[in-house]
Nanobody
Framework: QVQVVESGGGLVEAGGSLKLSCTAS????????MAWFRQAPGKEREGVGC????????IYIDPVKGRFTMSRDNGKNTLYLQMSSLKPEDTAMYYC???????????????????WGQGTQVTVSS
């Protein structure tokens, strides 16, 4: 079973930056698109962005466009999320997940049928 481990979260002031990492086990990492999700207290888990298997295509939700950047290093089985100009509303637990295809499908943001790690907490103070 594929496992992912998220790291890099922390407490940051509004306007600050953080870089999250997601390290995956197994040899299949390079064959699949990957996505970041987040879940704020009392809210449903939502997709943040998706990156295709070869980094050729990325998708972001509107609230993070221009502020968040996804990247991946297939040689290290690692996915990244560079977050800049952070806002208090970005406060959430952040998760990464495999997508069931090499590209980001139209339903990449679905939380169904995904395996989750423990997540990493991001807290943005105002």
């Amino acid at each position: 079973q594929v496992q992912v481990v998220e790291s890099g979260g922390g407490l940051v002031e509004a306007g600050g930056s953080l870089k999250l990492s997601c390290t995956a086990s197994g040899s299949s990492f390079r064959s699949y698109a990957m996505a970041w999700f987040r879940q704020a207290p009392g809210k449903e888990r939502e997709g943040v962005g998706c990156i295709s298997w070869n980094s050729g295509h990325t998708i972001y939700i509107d609230p993070v466009k221009g502020r968040f950047t996804m990247s991946r290093d297939n040689g290290k089985n690692t996915l990244y999320l560079q977050m800049s100009s952070l806002k208090p509303e970005d406060t959430a637990m952040y998760y990464c997940a495999y997508e069931p295809s090499p590209i980001c499908s139209t339903v990449w943001h679905s939380v169904d049928d995904k395996s989750w790690g423990q997540g990493t907490q991001v807290t943005v103070s105002s």
